[in-house]
């Protein structure tokens, strides 16, 4: 018996290698489970629909991603440093070179698909900022009456928001500009006195 951790990897890889082969449009939940070698039903275990199994499948991320990711945020010296970490390394690599194919070869396709997106990552991220927010709390960077979990969903949520729909008064590739309005609007309501 495959474990589930395994399986779900597994049919992901395959995901990945039916996108790249057939695309958005000819994909179907069927070819997935053939290419992992799994029924179609124990696919729809774990992935209700095509566009969530293909959202998830174009929103993976290696291990080399999100040990960059940790290097990078925890490195920084603020909570504002921090989230503007992420969005920085987000936006340089926001869904990897597979997702931009897609998005330009079948665009109203790769649209359904991604639009699943939050409902796939936001758990994922939630885990990631925890850690991260754990350890900032241990250095004082955080206030300490505040519900780490709560605040990760929160955090992730400011992420997914300035990654996806940068707006026009912040330049979100800009790490200074990113900071600065990161420090005005954001860290009031996060940031504690840093521990000596």
Do not use: N
């Not at 291990?63 to 936006?91: H, K, N, P, T, Y």
């Not at 929160?154 to 330049?171: A, F, M, T, Y």
């Amino acid at each position: 018996m495959i474990r589930p951790v395994a399986a779900r990897d597994r049919i992901l890889r395959a995901a990945e290698t039916c996108l790249r082969r057939d695309g958005i449009r000819r994909t179907t939940v069927a070819a997935v489970a053939d290419e992992a070698g799994l029924s179609r039903a124990y696919v729809y275990r774990f992935f209700a629909d095509k566009p969530t199994l293909l959202s998830a499948a174009l929103i993976r991320r290696d291990e080399e991603f999100w040990l960059a990711a940790r290097l990078r945020v925890a490195g920084a010296a603020s909570i504002a440093e921090m989230i503007a970490e992420a969005v920085l390394l987000s936006r340089a690599s926001p869904l990897g070179p597979l997702a931009l194919e897609l998005a330009e070869r079948e665009p109203e396709a790769f649209a359904e698909v991604v639009g699943t997106y939050v409902h796939e990552v936001v758990p994922g991220l939630s885990d990631f900022w925890i850690r991260q927010l754990e350890e900032a709390a241990g250095r004082g960077l955080l206030r300490d009456e505040l519900d780490i979990e709560v605040t990760a969903e929160w955090v992730v949520r400011i992420v997914v928001s300035l990654v996806g729909v940068p707006g026009r008064r912040v330049d979100v590739d800009d790490r200074e500009e990113l900071v600065e309005f990161l420090r005005t609007y954001v860290a009031p309501a996060l940031e504690g006195q840093p521990r000596r």
